[in-house]
């Protein structure tokens, strides 16, 4: 190993979203064929069996659980922060990585003896127009500037950072597949892309800006054009009656509830195309599982979701709340049978070349590396 190089990082996220921990899973795996990889997690992480098979050392630890009182809690019993800290004092990794900023930071830190080189991932830059937007802009208050390095996942949230955070040490990232369940064949995907293609999907937290509302209205406006046309929609969240009545009134299925691993399995290998509408967006998770599966998609022009669904390469881009568009969109990507074979090709190599893990982890070491140097330099 080259000396000038960190040889360790402890990737930290203490949080229970199933897009992150998903995230922080796979650059574990990737990273750990470069350094020594140390895992701090919460007990309550819905992948933790995952993490314990990646062959990297775990550590766990209880936070608290999913809601405001109980996170709130957990500053006063600072027992199970001082325990984080205690863990990093311990394995001593030469770089800590937050894949997910955490209100704990500032007390975290304050308990570890040794100086590591600290960075935190931004996942969102501008926090999303939902229920946890005054919470997010707190987090991101306390914890500005308080890091050595960020670390941004697409090119808009990177661009975004830039003024933002106004910090020299940024980091212009990528998410990688986040899906690594399926034992499918890449022709067996192509084949599920091709013969589903009348199936539309959405999958994800249901809140005002993904747009769920638009996609009912132009589901409607597109089955009267393809009468063939089915839509699911799956994911927990409150759902307003006018549109509740939508859905019946079109018989879309709806799955109101948060889809376990093995469901959201079969609804990928069940549908063809993956929609996403949102009206305000970054990098998506979705769009991430999509690109693995070899589905197209059709998404709005916002934030990083033109980065990750490349108009007329891998899917369809429209404009955001324009039911019209979309529509139009869904038909035109789901009338040509040979259209979606070579969306689902592209998707899959895109996949295997600019969004693979490996390709992920060998720029963001690269990177890392080169903050590490500059700042051994400086001392």
Not at 168 to 182: A, C, M, Q, V
Not at 275 to 289: E, R
Not at 293 to 301: E, F, K, L, M
């Amino acid at each position: 190993m080259d000396k000038r190089k960190p040889q360790s990082i402890g990737l930290v996220f203490l949080g229970r979203g199933d897009g992150i921990a998903t995230y922080t899973l796979n650059l574990a795996a990737a990273l750990s064929t470069k350094m020594d990889v140390y895992i701090y997690i919460a007990s309550s992480n819905p992948l933790i069996d995952r993490y314990k098979q990646a062959g990297c050392k775990v550590r766990t630890f209880y936070t608290y659980k999913n809601n405001l009182a109980s996170l709130l809690l957990s500053f006063i019993f600072r027992n199970r922060i001082k325990k984080i800290s205690t863990a990093l004092n311990q394995d001593r990794p030469e770089v800590v990585l937050e894949t997910g900023i955490s209100l704990w930071r500032k007390l975290i830190r304050k308990k570890v003896s040794y100086s590591p080189l600290w960075g935190t991932v931004i996942h969102d830059p501008n926090p999303h127009p939902d229920r946890w937007y005054w919470l997010t802009k707190i987090m991101y208050a306390l914890n500005k500037m308080d890091t050595d390095f960020y670390v941004g996942i697409s090119d808009y949230s990177f661009t975004a950072m830039k003024s933002i955070y106004r910090h020299d040490r940024l980091i212009r990232s990528k998410i990688g597949s986040l899906d690594s369940t399926t034992d499918l064949q890449e022709d067996q995907l192509i084949n599920n892309a091709c013969h589903n293609r009348h199936k539309l999907l959405f999958i994800g937290r249901i809140e005002e800006y993904k747009g769920v509302s638009t996609l009912v209205d132009a589901f409607e406006l597109a089955k009267s054009s393809n009468p063939e046309l089915a839509l699911t929609i799956a994911g927990r969240g409150v759902i307003s009656s006018e549109i509740a009545s939508k859905i019946v009134k079109n018989q879309i299925d709806l799955i109101n509830k948060w889809v376990p691993q093995q469901e959201l399995n079969a609804l990928l290998n069940t549908h063809g195309i993956l929609v996403l509408p949102y009206s305000s967006a970054t990098q998506s998770g979705p769009a991430s599982i999509a690109i693995s599966r070899g589905i197209p998609s059709v998404a709005t022009n916002v934030g990083a979701l033109p980065e990750q669904i490349k108009h007329g390469v891998n899917g369809i881009i429209v404009p955001p709340n324009d039911s019209k568009a979309l529509a139009n969109a869904l038909v035109q990507i789901t009338r040509n049978e040979d259209t979606v074979k070579q969306m689902s090709e592209a998707a899959l190599e895109l996949s295997r070349n600019e969004y693979s893990w490996e390709n992920i982890a060998n720029n963001l070491f690269s990177e890392i590396s080169d903050v590490y140097l500059s700042l051994r330099r400086a001392q």
